[in-house]
């Protein structure tokens, strides 16, 4: 993003975000939310990818975003889902499939947390 010390332009580029976040929150973008109770702990996120044999998760996925509520904290992450796709071959590729979810029934990837700030 281009720097400015206008506050019109910053007051223009604060008012788009502001709208961004009224639409994910009102349901005109399509978010997937999750709640993940071991990230605090872990520092990592699990992303389920299938599910019972089936595919699942970011697999079958039609959301635009993800978002991940880290249950400890009450804080969020929000990751467009082509970006979580991304990471999920990344980390898939260097630790493999891991198992979670309810009763471990599912596999999925284990995604730091730190990788969804850069």
Known sequence: MKYSSSFTYDLHIGT???DWVNDLFNGKIKAEVKVDSMAQRTGNVFIEVFSRGKASGISTTTAEFW?????KTGSAI???VERLKSLVRKYHA???FKE????????GVLIPIIEFIY
Do not use: F, M, Q, T
Request: net charge negative; no cysteine; charged share 25%.
């Open 16 to 18: 788009l975000a502001e």
């Open 67 to 71: 978002v991940y509520k880290i249950e």
């Open 78 to 80: 929000i990751v467009p």
């Open 94 to 96: 260097i630790n493999g």
């Open 100 to 107: 979670g979810g309810d009763s471990n029934s599912s596999k």
